[in-house]
């Protein structure tokens, strides 16, 4: 099966750039908030959870910082807390064709949300 | 602030409302994904996963459909199993200005995978 | 199969109730935590969390309760926010024989935590 | 605050260690369960499940492994798939005193479950 011609052919290649990265920023978020963290395991969570959304169609590239500040504010008793929303700064980079695009997520205090973009989308 | 202006000007609103639509979907698979689930549980668990979804910009309403026949082939000794992404027949409807939009996800048994497309899009 | 004789039968009846109970508590948590949430859909999402882990193995019943106040606390620009483990304020009874069992999560100001212990267990 | 004697002294040694680890285990399951794997990224997603895990109280150590088999079974057209229940084989070990418990969850033919119970409990 062609899928791109079956299922895609609606949607322009800017369309589809931007469709393949929301979908993985979404399910970034709301695979892994929740997932137990602390400084010294923050490396090893980045890294899984660029590698898994890698896998995903037409993800090139995906960034992930958690924020070292956030992760402070909301530490236990326990030396560890659970990674929110507010804590990711992430990058998602998609290529389809000749269009690249860059989807973010950061956390805007003004909103009190983390709010996810379009940061940049550009033709080759 | 305003939102619209600052950080979605860049791309089209046909582009917004697949955007939203599409990380409502992501977020919607990886966050109910693993929930444990059986016949008499099906309803309450669609009504839970529409309403949440429902929250998100842009979302004017979700269809959730839980394959019945995928949750009795996967059944186990206990009566019950988990949510899995092929069991997942949704419809997410988006409206931005004038343009609305359906992003649907469902098992495509060629594909053995359930794929998330842009099922239609129009404008007014 | 037997499974109690197979695999239960070197704990005890008041382990095997704690043992369940906290199984179905450590789900909830990680199930559930960054679900769209705002006062509107806490009540579906309340009873769906109920319904789905009330199908686990000994779990007799769950009450859950979204706490109203974290919820607001942690409200967004956009009319919704994402549930956290601060928010929940849960019991799940577990039975096993003639031991019931009551494991409770609730958060602690003093630990910043959301503490799941075991409230009460008893024999009939 | 002395949490174990405000929360925990109603249970024994034994019952914490089982209980402590039936909690991760169950957060293991949840929390993980939906994530995108295939061959490349299984040992990266291993590791932070296992670092992830060993944050939580009472948790001397952890081992994850996703069994191949399971996953090569479902693998889809775009050459990942998402990580289920049924390719856990992990280990939990809690020490709590002199008592050390080790939690398993594997998954059992015969019963269609990844079944969870606790694999060997001693004390020194």
Redesign the interface.
């Known amino acids: 099966?062609d899928?791109d011609k079956e299922?895609?052919s609606?949607?322009s290649t800017?369309?589809r750039a931007?469709?393949?990265g929301?979908?993985?920023?979404?399910?970034?978020?709301?695979?892994?908030?929740?997932?137990?963290?602390?400084k010294?395991?923050k490396e090893?969570?980045e890294?899984?959870?660029e590698?898994?959304?890698?896998?995903?169609?037409a993800i090139e590239d995906v960034k992930v910082k958690i924020r070292f500040d956030k992760l402070e504010e909301?530490?236990?008793?326990?030396?560890?807390t659970?990674l929110?929303?507010d804590m990711l700064d992430v990058k998602i980079f998609t290529k389809v064709d000749n269009v690249t695009a860059v989807i973010r997520i950061e956390f805007?205090e003004?909103?009190?949300?983390p709010?996810?973009?379009?940061e940049?989308?550009e033709e080759d």
């Not at 399910?27 to 602390?38: C, D, K, M, R």
């Not at 709010?115 to 379009?118: A, I, R």
């Open positions: 099966m899928v299922y895609f609606n949607i800017r369309e931007i469709f393949e929301a979908i993985s920023m979404g399910a970034l978020f709301h695979q892994f908030v929740g997932t137990p963290i602390n010294d395991t090893s969570l890294r899984a959870m590698e898994s959304l890698k896998l995903q169609p909301s530490m236990t008793e326990f030396d560890y659970s929110t929303g805007i003004e909103l009190n949300y709010l996810m973009y379009v940049n989308i």
